[in-house]
């Protein structure tokens, strides 16, 4: 909104760092990539950036701050020397023998110093001697404050922050841990759907998520396309959900793909709170936490590949997985698709606003919209935030 219409926000490049470095668990000879999975932003303090990032098993909390360069200010020794002898008579003194053994002047540099040099009655008021002063340069620097691990037996798949500032969840398939920003040895396990026998197993946590106001309620979807909403006022161990959403299949409609395709990958709050946006592999789905039956507004990202779901499954591009988000007021939605696309959508009562947007380094050239995916990747791969290599980057506006 400060930013007149005439010119578009510009991203640039502000710094970098390396958040985590590939591990390997020796107990279960297990290789942990170094992969970000997802990345949450805190509370700002102090003007410095705070931010939580994940890879498969350890969560580190890291502060960003700006620091102004040190350098050694320039000494005048050599002018003043100058001046103070003459030109033609510039310092030069040759030691043979320095010190003694007890640490003083010798003899020998004794004389030397009164025979070679001269010091001014009021000694020298205009010599500068080296300091350390700030410069203009700003740089940026990342310290890690905090690492939280070993309370996960399963891929981390999601973290979200709490409103009060002081807790944060991570979700694996099979259990949400609760934790304080201040202990990072100890972890609450407030959600654990691991059945006593692992044959009986039927769906896993796909996404987790805070509520943005309230404080003691989240959210989180399985596999089976299903979100449960929970307030841990309720138990400690949060086994029953204060409210289902899931939207009831015709009968007759379903396949074998059904159940594969309704898996949710990513859940999302609107900033009011009052809405929750979720994403499976064909569309994206709003809803109102006070209607549980169904979603609002059903919004179709991947339609033209239904009839290519066999052949996705036969590559296991089906399993892609694919983030979503709502804008500040709540009137748009976006998600990602394959070929480099995004797609927005206005979610406003009576809209028909779709978009399909392209990320591309050379936006002017002319672009193929609808174009069948590379099958085996998707632009999710880029959604994880952070990459493979572990390394965050941040952009300023």
Known sequence: MDIGSSRHPEYCYRTEFQSHEPEFDYLKSLEIEEKINKIRWCETTNNALFLLSTNDKTIKLWKVSEKRLKKVAEMNLDQCCNGVLGESQPLHLKITTPWSENGSFSRVMNQILCDDFIFPPNGIPSLCLPMVVYSNEVTHVARCRRIYTHAHDYHINSISNNSDGETYISADDLRINLWNMEVCNQSFNIVDIKPSNMEDLNEVITSAEFHPVHCNTLAY????????????????????????????????????????????????????????????????KLWDINMESAPVATFRV??????????????????????????????????????????????????????????????????????????GRSLTNFARRGGRKGLIKMILI
């Open 221 to 284: 979807s399985s596999s089976k396309g299903t979100v449960r909403l929970v307030d841990m006022r309720d138990s400690a161990l949060c086994d029953k959900h204060a409210k289902l959403f899931e939207e009831r299949e015709v009968s007759g409609s379903g396949s074998f793909f059904t159940e594969i395709i309704a898996s949710i990958s990513d859940l999302k709050f609107a900033r009011d709170g009052r809405h929750m946006l979720t994403r499976d592999y064909m569309t994206i």
């Open 302 to 375: 991947h339609e033209y590949l239904r009839p290519r779901l066999c052949d996705l499954y036969e590559n296991d591009a089906i399993f892609d997985k694919f983030e979503c988000c709502l804008s500040g007021d709540g009137s748009r939605a976006a998600t990602g698709s394959y070929s480099n696309l995004f797609k927005v959508f206005g979610t406003g009562p009576g809209s028909n606003e779709a978009t399909t947007m392209e990320a591309s380094r050379t936006p002017n050239r002319p672009s193929v919209q609808g174009t069948p995916p590379n099958i």
